[in-house]
């Protein structure tokens, strides 16, 4: 999709990453003389007219509009512009402007990550998702490429979670926001499914990433929070060692210096079974040393 040069508000620049959805945009305001960047996501072409398509990307807005956390990425509008659905949030660059994810972290560090650099952003990582599954939120999509990147002038990095267009809420959950953003469309609210008994979990489908899909999410099963630390754990894994795929060796097998916490995320992660999987983000989120863990958050009874 070629964009035009203003899109409402925005006057768009170049283009800094396409999907399946739609492109991203750096992008500024035109009454701030391009002194502030954001990034603007638009719907593709191609999937204007696919209403599930349209209810996936809005469904991206209506979730970040309810989270804030320093993790997460900010939103900063959405709205529709000629019939083209778009999202604007902030724009995470490297400390040289260009946009900047932990895949392209990754692909710039042959795969994997350095140790410190793994005890800097997988506290970060986890915090958020341990964040996104308090609040009964699914995201379905972890991986890599996912999290983007915030570089300052001394080479420190800031995580922030993004792409939140596959996130669904349990019905369960007391969460503000729910999956069916606009009412009066002859559906079945999650209102309606917790009035006749809830689940904690969500409609599964093959959606998400392959290589980093949890063994019932291949399977089209009912998620919740445990389809997303099997996610988080095979992408720590692959973070932590550069392989390509997991295998039986621990990750510290392969890199002797990797510190033993991450075998224990790990182990805790990568388990097919889910019921015998970590429970939430925040369940690994313990598992981290005291030092690591983020300030605020305290080891609970039930660990």
């Given at each position: 999709?070629?964009a035009?040069?203003t899109f409402?508000?925005y006057?768009l620049?170049?283009k800094?990453?396409?999907g399946?959805?739609?492109?991203?945009?750096?992008?500024?305001?035109g009454?701030d003389?391009g002194?502030?960047?954001?990034?603007?996501?638009?719907l593709?072409?191609?999937?204007?007219?696919?209403?599930?398509?349209?209810?996936?990307?809005?469904?991206?807005?209506?979730?970040?509009?309810?989270?804030?956390h320093?993790?997460?990425?900010?939103?900063?509008?959405y709205?529709?512009?000629?019939?083209?659905p778009?999202?604007?949030?902030?724009?995470?660059t490297?400390?040289?402007?260009?946009?900047?994810?932990?895949?392209?972290l990754?692909?710039r560090?042959n795969?994997?990550?350095?140790v410190?650099?793994?005890?800097?952003?997988?506290?970060?990582?986890?915090?958020?998702?341990?964040y996104?599954?308090?609040?009964?939120m699914?995201h379905?999509d972890?991986?890599?490429?996912?999290?983007?990147?915030?570089?300052?002038?001394?080479g420190?990095?800031?995580?922030?979670?993004?792409?939140?267009?596959?996130?669904s809420?349990t019905?369960?959950?007391?969460?503000?926001?729910?999956?069916?953003?606009e009412?009066?469309?002859?559906?079945t609210?999650?209102?309606?499914?917790?009035?006749?008994?809830?689940?904690?979990e969500?409609?599964?489908?093959?959606?998400?990433?392959?290589?980093?899909?949890?063994?019932?999410?291949?399977?089209?099963e009912?998620?919740?929070?445990?389809?997303d630390?099997?996610?988080?754990?095979?992408m720590?894994?692959?973070?932590?060692?550069?392989?390509?795929?997991?295998t039986?060796?621990?990750?510290?097998?392969?890199n002797?210096?990797?510190?033993?916490?991450?075998?224990?995320?790990?182990?805790?992660?990568i388990?097919?079974?889910r019921e015998?999987r970590?429970?939430s983000?925040?369940e690994?989120l313990?598992?981290?040393?005291?030092?690591l863990?983020p300030?605020?958050?305290?080891?609970?009874?039930?660990?």
């Amino acid at each position: 999709m070629t964009a035009k040069a203003t899109f409402g508000p925005y006057v768009l620049g170049e283009k800094v990453g396409e999907g399946g959805m739609g492109a991203v945009y750096q992008a500024h305001r035109g009454s701030d003389d391009g002194q502030e960047h954001y990034a603007v996501k638009l719907l593709s072409v191609t999937n204007i007219d696919s209403e599930e398509d349209k209810k996936r990307f809005l469904q991206e807005c209506k979730a970040l509009e309810h989270v804030q956390h320093p993790h997460i990425l900010e939103l900063i509008d959405y709205g529709v512009e000629d019939g083209v659905p778009y999202l604007v949030t902030e724009f995470c660059t490297d400390r040289n402007g260009a946009s900047l994810s932990l895949g392209a972290l990754a692909e710039r560090c042959n795969g994997v990550l350095e140790v410190h650099t793994l005890k800097v952003l997988v506290p970060q990582i986890c915090w958020a998702l341990s964040y996104t599954h308090q609040l009964g939120m699914v995201h379905r999509d972890i991986k890599p490429e996912n999290v983007l990147l915030q570089e300052n002038t001394y080479g420190g990095l800031t995580t922030k979670l993004g792409d939140f267009g596959l996130a669904s809420v349990t019905v369960d959950s007391d969460y503000i926001w729910r999956p069916s953003w606009e009412e009066g469309e002859g559906e079945t609210t999650d209102d309606d499914e917790a009035e006749e008994g809830g689940s904690d979990e969500v409609d599964g489908n093959f959606s998400g990433t392959y290589d980093y899909m949890s063994p019932e999410q291949m399977d089209g099963e009912p998620l919740d929070a445990r389809s997303d630390v099997f996610s988080f754990g095979v992408m720590l894994y692959r973070l932590a060692t550069g392989y390509d795929r997991v295998t039986f060796e621990k990750p510290t097998e392969i890199n002797g210096e990797l510190p033993a916490w991450i075998d224990e995320m790990v182990a805790r992660a990568i388990v097919p079974d889910r019921e015998e999987r970590a429970k939430s983000a925040l369940e690994l989120l313990f598992l981290l040393p005291d030092d690591l863990r983020p300030g605020g958050i305290q080891r609970s009874v039930a660990y």
